[in-house]
């Protein structure tokens, strides 16, 4: 219970006060009063004893009188004669009851005294319990209520608010030392204020400078807290975890630190097992098929290492640049082509239209020579469409979606790539439905997909390889594109691994590539909205599906 420090002077005084009062009221009427009873009781005894034996007296000389009377001839001395009259005791008698009434007078006086001398001692009292309210009020006003604002003010303060002040109407000539106190506190929350604001402005600049970095940022303790982080991390931890004060929290989605025996921390080999700078690949719980680099390091605190800073990098964006570099060499390679190649092809058809049109116009194509000409015409015509199927893996590259024919898109890759599967003695087939089906994405995006699989299957397989490509619909009208190849296959702990970004698994008999062909093809299916997927066979070969929603079905002309 809060009691005012005011209240808390007023009743001490007050109560030590009425204990002085009542001990000295006590006092003085147990000391003084009982002495004045005392020598009361006392004077009375002994005068109430002299009485007595002045009736006494009286009553023996009443007696002598009489037997004097009955014995007249006994002779008495002149002295006692004196003493036998009544008179001179009763004058004694009277003389001792006006000093006994006298006496009383005096004791009632100085019983009066006491009563007025209590009197006197209440109106002091009186008195006293005026000036110690007036010196109570002077405290309040002077020392309680500073103090008081003060303490107001303090509360405020210590509640996040610093924008409050004491408010002091006092001239600078009537100041004390609490006006001084005030002004000083007033001060003080100026300068805190100002410190404070300072500091925001460059937690502002700081938090600004870290949000600008495109890479996923965060600093962590000792106790596994995220001291500061950027956008980009909170976009990478996803929403829900955006207020998860510990990493293990926000990335895994776990109650307790991870298990170092079985996931690599970099809170625990920096700060306990003191590396120096650590690189992991890892996934986060919001999104389990990215894969994200993370670069730790240590930093230091007042010259010991205190904190682990993150620098998390999400795989996808070096997949998405590799995948633009590839197109780009591609549009390079189809230009060249097309600007090399097809102009030479271009003046031979139109050589050789000219050659038929002036010297083979008149005859029959059952001509040999005609004919033959005819089929050079054909292949010239087959050769300047090379470059134009080139073209179109860098045509339509943006972001807008469009409506995709997979069996044309497949049957121009597969074109494409003929020539390098026949010289690895590699046969391809095709198993397509009689309706052409579509999806929705980007042509050139989906052409890459399946340039990525055929080579991978093409790299996988040796002489007399098959490579069978099947679309098809299953019960839930899902489009189903299988690539079977009767390759090397791919060993069971890696299989899981294989769209890892720069993850190989390559055998001797593989030719090691970047790895981010798989990496790159599992990003561009899932944009479009579908799922891919792999089973493999040690030895025997590999399938990998793809399988989109369906969209749209035309049935061939």
């Known amino acids: ?62 007696e002598f009188r009489q037997i004097l009377n009955s014995y007249p001839n006994i002779q008495i001395s002149p002295t006692l004669s004196n003493t036998l009259h009544l008179t001179h005791y009763e004058e004694q008698l009277r003389s001792e009851q006006k000093r006994i009434s006298e006496m009383l007078k005096i004791y009632e006086q100085r019983y009066n005294a006491i009563q007025e001398s209590l009197n006197i001692f209440g109106i002091s009292s009186i008195l006293i319990i005026f000036i110690i ?20 003010v303090s509360e405020k303060v210590s509640a996040g608010d610093i924008s409050v ?46 949000d600008s970095i ?47 025996d079985t996931f690599q921390c970099p809170v625990n080999d920096i700060l306990f097992q003191r590396k120096k700078n650590l690189n992991v690949i890892q996934q986060f719980c919001h999104a389990p098929n990215r894969h994200l680099s993370i670069n730790a390091a240590p930093m230091y605190h007042s010259g010991k290492v205190e904190y682990v800073v993150e620098a998390i990098r999400d795989l996808s964006e070096d997949i998405n640049f590799s995948h633009q570099q590839k197109i780009s060499s591609l549009g390079f390679l189809s230009t060249s082509i097309a600007h090399e190649i097809k102009n030479h092809l271009g003046a031979l058809r139109l050589l050789l239209e000219r050659i038929l049109d002036k010297f083979y116009a008149d005859k029959d194509d059952s001509d040999e020579i005609k004919s033959n000409l ?35 898109c497949i049957s121009d890759v597969v074109n494409l790539l003929d020539f390098e599967a026949k010289s690895l003695g590699i046969s391809i087939e095709l198993s397509f439905p009689n309706t052409d089906l579509y999806i929705i994405g980007n042509e050139a995006d989906f052409k890459m997909v399946v340039i990525n699989i055929i080579l991978n299957a093409l790299k996988a397989m040796n002489n007399n390889g098959i490579l069978t490509i099947n679309i098809k619909r299953n019960k839930a009208k899902n489009i189903i594109i299988s690539f079977t190849d009767t390759g090397v296959g791919i060993a069971p702990e890696n299989i899981h691994r294989i769209f890892d970004p720069f993850f190989t698994g390559s055998t001797n008999n593989i030719k090691k590539g970047t790895g981010l062909g798989l990496s790159i093809a599992k990003t561009i299916v899932e944009k479009i909205g579908g799922n891919i997927s792999v089973s493999s066979t040690l030895g025997s070969g590999s399938c990998f599906t793809l399988s989109f929603p369906p969209i749209k079905t035309v049935a061939k002309k």
């Open 1 to 62: 219970m809060f009691v005012s420090l005011n209240r808390k002077v007023i009743y001490s005084i007050l109560f030590l006060f009425l204990v002085v009062t009542t001990i000295f009221a006590s006092t003085f009427y147990i000391i003084y009063g009982n002495k004045i009873q005392n020598e009361q009781l006392a004077s009375i005894q002994r005068n109430q004893q002299y009485i007595d034996l002045l009736y006494k007296n009286i009553n023996m000389t009443n």
């Open 133 to 152: 309210f007036f010196v109570g009020l002077l405290i309040s006003k002077w020392i309680l209520n500073p103090i008081n604002k003060i303490s107001a």
């Open 165 to 210: 002040r004491i408010k002091n109407i006092k001239k600078s000539i009537f100041m004390d030392e609490l006006d001084k106190l005030i002004l000083t506190f007033n001060q003080m929350l100026d300068n805190l204020q100002n410190v404070i604001s300072q500091i925001k402005d460059k937690e502002t600049f700081l938090q600004s400078l870290i």
């Open 214 to 260: 495109p890479d996923g940022i965060r600093v962590i303790d000792k106790k596994y807290n995220i001291i500061v982080a950027n956008k980009a991390y909170y976009k990478q931890v996803g929403k829900a975890q955006i207020n998860c004060k510990k990493c293990y929290e926000a990335s895994q989605k776990l109650s307790s630190p991870c298990n170092p």
């Open 374 to 408: 005819l089929m050079i015409y054909s292949e010239l015509v087959s050769c300047i469409d090379v470059p134009e199927r080139l073209l179109k893996l860098t045509r339509n590259s943006s972001e807008i979606s469009q409506q995709i024919n997979i069996s044309d």
